[in-house]
């Protein structure tokens, strides 16, 4: 029997603090046999209970107890997977949550400043996406001027010392006449939830930060769950990123990190997944201020079905506004 997710992670505690149903789930895994993961070109090796892997997904579950040699033998090799998120996987597959300390270990390309960290470590395919993406857009991440019109310059003061966000005035506005406006209603939908809408899971207490280390593993961590199937960490980490979005400070660093994470996205998953949607919905939360970042504006010229994926988000309200006449880029 696998470890079953549906469970509530909240149950009441016993006398000795642990949830009654999780600890016969620990037992059962405790119990079972070890499986042995080689991971990376470096060939580092793990150990993992057999119920633990199991019971994250059909895939998995056929790959550890199934008639394929992986299974026979108790050995998987995974070349391609880097040690940090295979064990920011393992630590869900345990606790049902991951924590973003131990993701952020892999501490990526390059900073929030952009410059780059040195980590002596031969880095995986997925670094080297994230540094790719780097090194060729460094610098052009920035708000122009040049693009529609611009009353507001202090942004740039105000972006050095964290103060605008995308969604900032969206909060700002509840209770004023724009309120209802489309920009601020679709925010409200996918960002900003009121507090009639149920709290964030209590797995999600601890805040991702919005920089590209940290979204570059959380990225490579999703792109392993979808690989095979693991539903409950893809909607985590979706979560998890909507919370961070919902809280990001510092418009040019924030829209640097959604800009890198989308590429990244690109090239390993399929249209229309929901990682990808979020991110680009985060764009069209302030589409006029984003359009006006020459980064954004870069990415959907050279990705034109990125383009499409974007222009084919926008809700009919806000063509229903624009038509008649009052414009949510006001």
């Keep these: 029997m696998s470890l079953k997710r549906k469970e509530s992670m909240d149950e009441p505690a016993s006398s000795n603090g642990a949830p009654p149903k999780r600890r016969r789930d620990m037992k059962e895994i405790l119990k079972s046999r070890n499986i042995t993961f080689i991971i990376g070109p470096e060939e580092e090796q793990f150990t993992a209970h057999e119920s633990s892997i199991a019971g994250l997904s059909e895939p998995l579950r056929v790959l550890v107890t199934g008639n394929m040699k992986e299974a026979i033998e108790a050995k998987i090799i995974w070349e391609d997977v880097d040690p940090v998120v295979f064990l920011t996987l393992m630590e869900f597959a345990y606790t049902g949550n991951f924590s973003i300390s131990a993701s952020h270990q892999n501490e990526g390309p ?145 829209l640097s990190t959604v800009v890198h994470t989308i590429r990244f996205l690109y090239k390993h998953t399929l249209k229309k997944d929901q990682l990808r949607q979020l991110l680009l919905r985060f764009l069209i939360a302030d589409l006029e201020r984003a359009m006006r970042n020459s980064g954004v504006r870069m990415m959907l010229s050279d990705t034109p079905e990125l383009a499409s994926e974007l222009f084919l988000l926008v809700p009919h309200y806000y063509w229903e506004e624009l038509q008649r006449g009052h414009t949510y880029l006001e």
Excluded: M, W
């Excluded at 202090?154 to 004023?176: F, I, N, Q, Y």
């Excluded at 209603?185 to 009121?194: G, T």
């Excluded at 507090?195 to 805040?207: A, G, H, I, M, V």
């Excluded at 769950?225 to 998890?240: E, F, G």
């Design 110 to 254: 390059e900073t929030p400043n952009g410059q780059e960290i040195e980590t002596g470590e031969e880095e995986s395919e997925g670094d080297n996406d994230f540094r790719d993406e780097s090194e060729r857009y460094a610098g052009v991440e920035k708000n122009d001027d040049s693009y529609g019109n611009d009353d507001e310059d202090d942004d740039d003061d105000d972006d050095k010392h964290e103060g605008p966000s995308l969604l900032k005035e969206s909060r700002d506005e509840k209770g004023t006449k724009r309120e209802h406006c489309a920009k601020n209603k679709f925010a409200k939908k996918h960002f900003l939830p009121d507090k009639s809408c149920p709290p964030y899971s209590s797995l999600d207490r601890d805040t991702i930060p919005c920089d590209i280390a940290a979204y570059a593993a959380v990225a490579k961590l999703y792109v392993l769950a979808d690989k095979y199937d693991v539903s409950a960490l893809k909607n985590l980490c979706t979560s998890r990123l909507a919370r961070s979005l919902s809280q990001a400070s510092g418009i040019d660093n924030t």
